[in-house]
């Protein structure tokens, strides 16, 4: 059973640049959490999204949107990149229908962006 | 709004060592709490949960209580091993499948 997939590994862009960033849930899994890691920090929630949409947003600009595809796989895109951008993605997948038990998030690998 | 605190870093232990590594959280209602690990270069691995007080999560010989009346989550292991060495990070969900919020990490190193 494949786990959360990012794409890509590693990414470097320059200020004003923008860029998306892919993720693919665990199997069975229909909502994606999106993290952003800076060095030597926890995660700090961006957005998630279910059934496509929005679900609930934290405190980062509209420069961050995303998307949910049909088959529950996500985009991040980051638009006018900041120096201060440069940071660890993280995508995590959970399934919120059924049981509380299953509120636990499942994380990708990351993708580590570095904006020059 | 919520919020997690734990103990700085690093923490640093010889193998076989007891570990405690703190952690407090300020929320309101009935969060559930987790704890994290993340290994060089890798994504956040579940480590153990609670979802209500006096719970206790438990994975791999890491413990942790659910205590609502301290608003604390401390994680113990009774014996680290070298392979053990990574970040912990403690983190709580206010509702089910909503934001994570995760405190800074705790870095433990354990030497043989």
């Known amino acids: 059973d494949a786990g959360v997939t990012q794409s890509p590994t590693h990414l470097i862009k320059t200020r004003g640049q923008q860029v998306t960033l892919r993720c693919s849930p665990k199997?069975?899994?229909?909502?994606v959490s999106w993290y952003q890691q800076a060095l030597g920090q926890g995660p700090q929630f961006i957005f998630q999204?279910?059934?496509?949409?929005?679900?609930q947003r934290g405190n980062f600009p509209d420069r961050f949107s995303g998307h949910q595809f049909p088959n529950y796989s996500s985009e991040l895109n980051v638009n006018a990149l900041l120096l201060g951008d440069s940071a660890l993605y993280l995508c995590?997948?959970?399934?919120?229908?059924?049981?509380?038990?299953?509120?636990?998030?499942?994380f990708g690998p990351g993708t580590r962006l570095t904006v020059l | 709004g919520d919020s997690v605190t734990q103990m700085e870093g690093p923490v640093t232990l010889s193998e076989e060592a007891f570990l405690t590594i703190n952690c407090t959280y300020t929320a309101t209602g009935y969060p559930s709490l987790f704890w994290y690990v993340q290994y060089p270069g890798e994504g956040l691995q579940l480590l153990l949960k609670a979802t209500k007080a006096d719970d206790k999560g438990s994975n791999k010989g890491f413990e942790a209580t659910y205590r609502k009346e301290t608003t604390s989550f401390h994680l113990e292991k009774g014996s680290v091993q070298v392979s053990d060495s990574a970040v912990y990070f403690c983190?709580?969900?206010?509702?089910?499948?909503?934001?994570?919020?995760f405190g800074k990490g705790t870095t433990l190193s354990v030497s043989s």
């Open positions: 983190a709580l969900s206010g509702q089910a499948g909503t934001a994570l919020i």
């Open positions: 999204y279910y059934e496509e949409e929005e679900r």
């Open positions: 199997s069975g899994h229909d909502t």
């Open positions: 995590a997948s959970s399934r919120i229908s059924g049981r509380r038990s299953y509120n636990e998030q499942f």
